[in-house]
């Protein structure tokens, strides 16, 4: 394996060791709260809503949450299992928070469905508007870290699978639309 990979894994486990050995009380449980807006049942019921017109018109947008919900969505089951990166193993008897959903770590599904919908909205709505729901995105996959359940690069690859997603998104749209 690559030396820049072996360091890149070692930046990783020093930064989540340094965010899980720093948690408070009260940002656990916003934590855990806000974790579950990325959950699948959430995610999907939120990038329907949209889809059907839940939120008025988009600009043509409402069908690009949907869309990009799903192809990341698959993609990132498709990456973990050919990944299998394990969960990270926590410093001194620190534990998740939360119960993760499966074994494997990379990409963060919650990170990759949270920015799916979030980063279209965003751009399809003002920026005073667009900004809050685009950093509500962003920290939902944060969220994970803090948990334990993820590295930081599980997250970073999520939001790269979701941006990717994204912008795959329209033209799927027009294929089959």
């Given amino acids: 394996m690559p030396g820049w990979i072996l360091r890149l894994g070692e930046y990783d486990e020093r ?12 940002l656990d449980t916003l934590v855990r709260f806000l974790t579950r807006l990325g959950d699948p049942p959430v995610a999907i019921a939120l990038a329907g809503g949209l889809a059907l017109g839940v939120a008025g018109d988009l600009g043509g947008f409402q069908y690009v949450p949907a869309v990009s919900l799903a192809v990341s969505f698959l993609s990132a089951q498709v990456l973990k299992r050919f990944f299998s990166r394990p969960r990270p193993d ?6 998740s928070l939360i119960q993760a959903p ?12 949270a920015l799916s919908i979030a980063l279209p909205v965003a751009m399809a709505l003002p920026f005073a508007i667009g900004l809050p729901i685009l950093v509500l995105g962003l920290t939902i996959g944060l969220t994970r870290c803090y948990l334990g359940v993820h590295y930081p690069g599980d997250v970073v690859a999520g939001w790269g699978l979701a941006a990717l997603s994204v912008i795959l998104a329209p033209g799927l749209i027009g294929l089959f639309g």
């Fill in 15 to 26: 930064l989540l060791h340094a965010v899980v050995t720093r948690r408070t009380g009260w």
């Fill in 102 to 113: 499966d074994r494997f770590s990379i990409p963060s599904g919650h990170a990759t469905a």
């Fill in 90 to 95: 926590l410093p001194g008897g620190i534990m």
